[in-house]
């Protein structure tokens, strides 16, 4: 340590005295190098709405509404917006805004752009499959019909990128990628937007370069002159490459190395709940689970065996033990941040190993029963860890739980095909709003996609109905109001155990400073190295 | 000769071909790739039709069929990950793993043998001593751990050398890159080449020691000696020469290795080679990817030890007069 400190003590003082006048030049023109455990799978902004890939693309992209630091949404391209009756918008797009390769931002790149956001290879178009028409009043004027009264249009509209009209027909790229046509498409790996940063150069898993947007439209708060992205798999390295200064940035720092972050002078960790909330699903739709030794009957379908599941876990010593503290206990799955969000429904009721044994004699299985509990172990933050500690917590109350642990490659083709009698899952809404959270996960799956990520089939008609009318209803109190009952319902019949909202766990040199949001989406407009 | 490497390469094909039906029926155990193709507002049924139009509901054996017809007329398929053809995938990483690979050989190799045979002259020697302990230390330590170690120490403490990446690479044409040429690309090279090197010269170097050893027992060595000749070339010509052919064919594999298990090495300092593709390809289910990089593997395997065996012709002349004699027979 000693040594490293004099060897650093030594090189400054020779850098210093051997090229004083680029020093200085050196503190201003700041050179930005982030790294992410793994690279975004396309530029192409409607290629795949995952978050990391989307969160990267923000650098270049823009949508016509965007969101701030505190997830809350502001005008982007476009201006200002009304609303002319229930299904009626008028966006004002902002003037002299360019692309980067200097072509001008009109009406007809965001009709385009939604056009080629709906086509059928690409990712994002179950978020715009609330608009209806799209038409072009002016140049800088566009009317958006929605197919119903749309509360969530502008959080749908905040992942929806506008891409330039006339370089994605010239570059042949006026569809998104699709594999199945067995060939590249240029906006994979070029980009034009109208964002804070243009790609300079891209090799895709090893370096993507970045360099500011000299006719960006708003005033930069950032003080990068170019930024370097490199994915580091290895966790280890990535930590390694902070510490040794060879990065500025990393995220995710697994949480066993946050200490080592933090107690070096040069690094900080940057930590805040995340949006997700990680919870266990259970199938409580068969006759008979798939994967327990209970014969001829689900125990899964009585409340009470997935309330005595909630009542053996100890989310307290979770957080503690496996967390390193840096969790966030979850009475609900809906993370605080999550429009609709309340303490009262955030509130998680107390460990209570002899309540729970109770539940369980009560519902019949005084012995407790075996079941196969199917969990990631590369998806969330430490989740094969949690379902152990979980297994071993609820082997006090009685049931047996064998850990099923595969990659997410392999869990998510498994838990979608329902063939699961128990799960861990997390969940962040795409919206930011809990709509999401009833129609997706808690939804009975019908074939408009609704419950597709309900994996155990959870169902309950007043959900259902109330979920409806959360999506159409404008008046934002009321609109609170039903999601409060919604999930007050979803709480009283444990439909999930909810276990914590997971933590953002980010390192930085001590020089940076950054806009962690609670999506874990990195932007890079706000960076400052000082 | 020539018939035995046409020989060889006939083989060659078989190979392959089993190679493909093994790495393509396995890549089917490590998961749907669907579910990492399409984010998670796509629909049950756009993931079910993007899945009947990859052709991944078919029999394996359809699948299979396709795909090595595909191979046979030069498609090796795009990959689901990056949306890119593999063969060009295959074009950019390649450079990068030789030139790791090759250097590694060159280091197991330069610095194994002197040692090993160091250690087997002059067994009593402190130095020899020294080779066998640390040489236990390097056939025992995982690569990914000596990896780290490295990292610790010349990254994050001395800040010497970089812990991830090329550095910058100088492109000679043909979309060849190499870091041999800056100096921020050798000093990239340093940390993984000996860490891939390392069990391997280790390996060697206990190899060279043993055969030497048996080969200093042998009369003609003593004849040699007894004849005045000087010891450096008893030892390097006449006695090392006689270790040659064990030593070519552990080398030749190990070589293979080297090319085809530089995953480890890789991922830990992520070195854009094919095995980090390989890696991030296995984590996806990106199956043309997987497919593609195992055969070009059983290719490299299947070449090496050609040559190794045409070397063992050089090296032994026993060999060349016996190949003659039966050929003529």
Sequence with gaps: MNFSRLKRTFRSAVAAAAMGVIAAGVASAADFK????????????????????????????????????????????????????????????RQDVKFQNGNPFTADDVLFSHQRASSPSSDVKAKLRSIQTMTKLDDHTVEIKTNGPSPTLLDELSDFFIMDKEWSEANNSAEPADVRKGAENFATRHANGTGPFAVESRQPDVETVFVPNKDWWDTPEHNITRAVFTPIGSDATRVAALLSG??????????????????????????????????????????????????????????????????????????????????????????????????????????????????????GYPDGFEVTLDCPNDRYVNDEEICLAAAGMLARAGIKVNVNAMTKTKYFGKVLDRDTSMYLMGWTPPTYDAHNILFDALGTPQDNGQGKWNMGNYSNPAVDELQKKIAVTVDLDKRRQLIAEAFQIVKDDMAVVPLHQQPLSWGARSNISLVQRADDRFEMRWVKVN | MLAFVIQRLFQAVIVVVAVGLIAFTLSHYVGDPINNMVGQD??????????????????????????????????????????????????????????????????????????????????????????????LFGISLPPFFVGILLIVVFSVSLQWLPSYGRGTVVDLGGGWTTGLLTISGLKALILPSITLALFQMTLIMRLVRSQMAQVLRTDYIKFAHARGLKPRIVNFRHALKNTLVPIITVTALQLGSIIAFAIITETVFQWPGMGLLFIQAVQFADVPVMAAYLMLVSVFFVLINLISDLLYFAVDPRLRSEFERRRSA
């Design chain 1, 34 to 93: 982030w790294s992410f455990s793994g690279d975004a799978q396309t530029l192409d902004p409607h290629g795949l709405a995952e978050i990391f890939t989307l969160g990267f693309q923000s650098n270049i992209y823009e949508p016509l509404v965007r969101r701030n630091s505190e997830l809350a949404l502001e005008p982007a391209l476009a201006v200002s917006w009304e609303q002319k009756d229930d299904v009626t918008w008028v966006f004002k797009l």
């Design chain 1, 246 to 363: 060879e990065v500025e940035m990393i995220f995710p720092v697994p949480l066993q190395d946050a200490a080592r972050v933090e107690a070096n002078p040069d690094t900080k960790m940057l930590r805040a709940p995340e949006l997700r909330v990680i919870y266990f699903g259970f199938d409580t739709w068969r006759d008979e689970l798939q994967y327990s030794s209970v014969k001829g009957k689900n125990p899964f379908k009585d409340k009470r065996v997935r309330e005595a599941v909630f009542y053996a876990i100890d989310e307290d010593a979770i957080v503690e033990k496996i967390m390193e503290g840096a969790a966030r206990p979850a009475g609900v799955i809906m993370g605080q941040g999550v429009n609709g969000y309340t303490d009262e429904l955030g509130a998680r009721a107390k460990f209570d190993l002899d309540k729970s044994k109770k539940l369980l004699a009560d519902a």
């Design chain 2, 42 to 135: 796509a629909t049950i049924e756009d993931r079910a039709a993007l899945r009947e139009e990859l052709g991944l509901n078919d029999p394996v054996p359809i699948q299979f069929g396709r795909y090595i017809l595909n191979v046979f007329e030069g498609q090796l398929g795009i990959s689901y990950r990056l949306g890119r053809p593999v063969s060009e995938l295959f074009a950019e990483r390649l450079p990068a793993t030789l030139e790791l690979s090759l250097l590694s050989a060159i280091l197991a190799l330069g610095v194994g043998i002197p040692m090993g045979v160091i250690a087997a002259v002059y067994p009593r020697l402190a130095t020899s001593r020294i080779f066998m302990t640390v040489s």
